[in-house]
């Protein structure tokens, strides 16, 4: 069955370090990948999106890349600070129609002074 | 722009109750999702709907139902109501929702308790 694997610890980083999140997925053929963070009590927000022939988007100070051969995302956060801390959630894109979208179950980052 | 509303916030209600949920999209946006957010599943897709049509369904039973209005608000609805159902739902709206990507925006989500 299909399967999209983050890391269920909270990542717990200093600020000003990098921050890097993984999603792994199984039995999968997305047409893309997004990234979106949660905060607490409120919903997801679109951060970013990559398509599945793109090896790496950058946005600011996030960094997303796609291997689909090893089907796995980083998700990267350089320079980060405290208000980056949330939850961060993978979604997959199958090809196909509509907006079915197949979430991983978040990794909660937490950057600290 | 308004972003995406849903009502109400909160709700508690019993087993074997009845709910319905609302949602309003961003103005212009005719692809209305819902998701189901627990802790133990993370958040699952249960329904889109464009243009007052059903055009995806997730793996839910029959006692989760939806529908869209002409005027792309949407509803859902859990007859039926089980422990288990107790959840954030959250209804995300987009543009057409067609395979060429679209940013998907997401509503702050109705708490529902069922005891």
């Known amino acids: 069955s299909q399967k999209i694997e983050q890391n269920s610890e909270a990542l717990n980083i200093q600020e000003g370090k990098t921050a890097t999140l993984t999603c792994n997925y199984t039995n999968y053929s997305p047409a893309y990948l997004q990234w979106y963070r949660q905060d607490p009590g409120r919903g997801p927000v679109f951060l970013l999106l990559?398509?599945?022939?793109?090896k790496e988007k950058r946005k600011e100070r996030l960094k997303v890349t796609f291997d689909t051969t090893l089907k796995q995302s980083l998700f990267h956060i350089t320079a980060s600070q405290p208000a980056d801390s949330a939850t961060y959630l993978c979604a997959l894109h199958p090809t196909g129609g509509g907006n079915k979208l197949t979430f991983g179950t978040g990794t909660q980052l937490k950057v600290e002074l | 722009k308004a972003g995406v509303t849903q009502t109400p916030r909160y709700l508690i209600k019993t087993r074997g109750q009845q709910v319905t949920l609302s949602c309003s999209p961003i103005s212009g946006h005719r692809s209305v999702s819902w998701y189901q957010q627990t802790p133990g599943q993370g958040l699952q897709f249960l329904f889109e709907?464009?243009?007052?049509?059903?055009?995806n369904k997730g793996n839910f039973p029959g006692r989760f139902s939806g529908r869209q209005f002409s005027n792309s608000r949407s509803e859902m609805n859990v007859s039926t109501l089980e422990l288990g159902d107790s959840a954030l739902y959250l209804c995300?709206?987009?543009?057409?929702?067609?395979?060429?990507?679209?940013?998907?925006?997401f509503g702050p989500g109705t708490r529902l308790l069922v005891l």
């Open positions: 709907y464009f243009s007052e049509t059903q055009r």
């Open positions: 995300a709206s987009s543009l057409w929702g067609t395979e060429v990507q679209e940013t998907q925006y």
């Open positions: 990559i398509r599945e022939n793109e």
